[in-house]
């Protein structure tokens, strides 16, 4: 594969998945190595099928090894099964007699084992169901490693990371995250991936900033080359100059420092100056961020996405399965809210009848609360589930995508009739479950007065907003630049939605990226937001401003905000204010 | 021959983790192990057999043991799958 070109100074921005900022030295998690495959003699048989026994023998050996160092780290015993597997593989008669049939078929080792790993490869890319199939990395693993035995290259460098690295990779496998010796990982940068990717994960338990979604990043980093990654804001650098490297490292400087002042603010209320409390909640991922959510003593959790409950599997979570999922994490929040937000995708694969994968626009397609009113089975079994959840804690349901007054009223239709129900089946639910939607389409931001009539609150889904807003695509990287939390018509867009929800006495909370920038905290206070919901590691930070400013002081300074005409403006303003209230926080200006 | 059909009902199927599972417990006994589902047999001693069965919850296998220590080997992967793997 050719490389790219890299300037000085090359920016990129991909999704910030665990927070916090590593300036270190690429260690580059390289592609598998080309094979040398040839044909042999009769007479070569026997020493090439020793050859491969003798192959499996070192892998086996290797194996043990990492299984020993990892079975040390307590929080890691759970993924030995990983290895335990990759263990069996290497033993596995079809693996093992195959490659023997192909080299006394008269191909070289390399050769035979590489056929054997392509056909295996096609019968598990023949699998349906997408987490079994997935499973073909475990045998991938396996055959690269033992390719490289064979061919004397040295382990794909997983175990063998220097200290201070930025590991850079395409895709890094669960069985290759927990090899890495993690005292030597400042940060992590993947080509693909999403929030709820193994990296991200791992990457957030472990506090260690990750950036994913960097298409193209293996071709445009070499082993050694500096990189910085700022896991807030999903900004890589390569290559940083002497000025930028200096001006991020007095920024992670400061950020450090601050980090230790963090601790204090932990157990204090979340309250302005001119005392009013401004709960700030955890948005939970997948099920184990519940940890974070405790962790940095987040009010309960704003937004509880439930799509990881159906991602990896063939069938639909049943009813009983998602009231089991809920109550656990309502049993968590201890008596805290948790907003629990409907499905969020397109659950089509659940659906075989309904093939959705030529949508032209699948953002504005069959998704959201249009596949969950569409297929209403689906819909009633997570209403169900969540109805009865309600009387194990705080639960407040919320619905996403909304764009008109129909779609909610037929989900309150659909609530009610699973209440009348339930009654009748003599189940207890809370009965004065609050009901919300995401306030994320122009259209919903448009007639919030309308919508405010029907419902106990709104969340506001700011990442997905100003994408419809600015009808920008965020992955687009011709466009992403014009993605802009801070543009005027964003503001508005907010203003106007606060104030709906003021004016008819609603809740309205905001759960977007926005929300954990402790830039903004006053800005939103300011706006009228009542509650902000955001990635748990977040939290220490944005209470800690909002702690010092005042909600009087936020909505003067929006006064001043909605009067200019550039984001630019925008963002010069706050900043220069931020920086004025509070310079021991905003000494730095961010770097842009 | 001892002869036996369950459902798999741990909520994953019988992924990595069961697999493994079900094949550490099968290659301890000297009996053959066959899995097979929808009229598609497997070695119950391969890894990778198991995992190409692909069967996620729901599914339903039958599986059959032959040899010296079979009724002890058919309790032991009995228990395992109706057990759900210890996965809950």
Do not use: W
């Not at chain 1, 390289?30 to 040839?38: A, G, H, I, M, Y």
């Amino acid at each position: 594969m050719g490389k790219i070109n890299v300037a000085t100074d090359t920016y990129l921005v991909g999704m910030g998945v665990s927070p916090g900022i590593a300036i270190g030295k690429v260690n580059l998690i390289d592609q598998r190595p080309l094979v040398d495959q040839s044909l042999i003699n009769g007479s070569e048989v026997d020493a090439e099928i020793s050859r491969f026994q003798q192959a499996i023998d070192q892998a086996r050996e290797q194996l043990q090894k990492i299984k020993k160092t990892v079975s040390k780290q307590p929080h890691l015993r759970e993924h030995l099964y990983i290895l335990d597997t990759h263990l069996l593989i290497l033993e596995d008669e079809m693996l093992v007699e195959g490659t023997k049939k192909e080299i006394r078929a008269l191909v070289n080792v390399e050769g035979a084992l590489t056929r054997v790993l392509e056909k295996l490869r096609a019968l598990f890319d023949s699998i349906d169901d997408e987490y079994l199939r997935e499973r073909r990395s475990d045998v991938d693993a396996v055959g690269d490693r033992l390719l490289r035995i064979l061919m004397g290259v040295s382990e794909r460098n997983i175990d063998k990371i220097g200290s201070s690295s930025i590991v850079v990779a395409h895709d890094l496998s669960p069985a290759e995250t927990i090899q890495m010796d993690r005292s030597h990982v400042l940060g992590f940068i993947t080509g693909k991936g999403g929030r709820t990717s193994h990296t991200a994960i791992l990457a957030r338990s472990l506090d260690i900033p990750a950036v994913v979604g960097l298409e193209s990043i293996t071709a445009m980093v070499v082993d050694g080359m500096t990189a910085i990654v700022d896991g807030f804001s999903g900004v890589v650098i390569l290559k940083p100059s002497e000025k930028t490297l200096q001006e991020y490292l007095i920024h992670k400087q400061s950020y450090d420092c601050l980090e230790q002042d963090l601790e204090q603010y932990r157990d204090l209320p979340s309250i302005t100056k001119d005392q009013v409390h401004i709960p700030l909640r955890g948005n939970l991922e997948i099920s184990s961020d519940v940890i974070q959510i405790k962790k940095h003593a987040a009010e309960g959790i704003g937004l509880y996405r439930t799509e990881f409950l159906y991602l990896g599997r063939s069938a639909p979570p049943d009813e009983e399965e998602q009231f089991q999922s809920y109550c656990e994490i309502l049993k968590q929040a201890e008596g805290d809210p948790v907003t629990i937000r409907t499905l969020d995708i397109g659950g089509d694969k659940f659906v075989p009848e309904l093939n959705l994968d030529d949508e032209a626009n699948p953002a504005m397609g069959l998704r959201a609360i249009r596949f969950s009113l569409h297929e209403e089975q689906l819909f009633k079994i997570q209403l169900r589930a969540i109805l009865r959840a309600s009387s194990c804690g705080r639960v407040r349901i919320l619905f996403p995508m909304i764009s008109g007054v129909a779609e909610i009223r037929a989900c309150k239709k659909m609530l009610g009739d699973i209440q009348a129900q339930l009654d009748k089946e003599g189940i207890s639910y809370d009965p004065d479950l609050a009901i919300g939607i995401m306030i994320e389409t122009p259209s919903a931001v448009m007639i919030a007065p309308l919508l405010a009539k029907e419902v106990d609150f709104f969340s506001v889904g700011t990442n997905d907003l100003i994408q419809y807003f600015l009808a920008v695509d965020r992955g687009n990287e011709h466009v992403a630049y014009l993605y802009d939390p801070l543009h005027p018509a964003i503001l508005r867009a907010l203003k106007m939605t606060c104030d709906a929800a003021n004016e008819a006495g609603i809740e309205v909370c905001i759960c977007g990226e926005m929300a954990g920038e402790p830039l903004y905290a006053l800005v939103l206070v300011g706006l009228g937001f009542h509650e902000l919901s955001m990635n748990p590691a977040c939290v220490p930070r944005v209470k800690r401003v909002l702690r010092q400013v005042s909600k009087q002081d936020g909505a003067t300074l929006v006064k001043q905000l909605l009067l200019l005409s550039t984001s630019k403006e925008v963002s010069t303003i706050i900043e220069a204010e931020m920086r004025r209230r509070l310079p021991a926080i905003f000494a730095q200006p961010p770097i842009q | 021959m001892q002869n036996k059909s369950f459902t798999i009902r741990n909520r994953l199927g019988l992924h990595a983790r069961a697999a493994a599972q079900l094949v550490q417990a099968a290659n301890k006994f000297d009996s053959e192990i066959a899995l097979v589902k929808d009229d598609v047999e497997v070695n119950g001693k391969s890894i990778m057999g198991i995992l190409l069965l692909a069967a996620p919850q729901g599914t339903d296998i039958s599986v059959t043991v032959t040899g010296a220590d079979e009724e002890q080997a058919m309790k032991i992967i009995t228990e395992l799958i109706e057990d759900g793997f210890g996965e809950d």
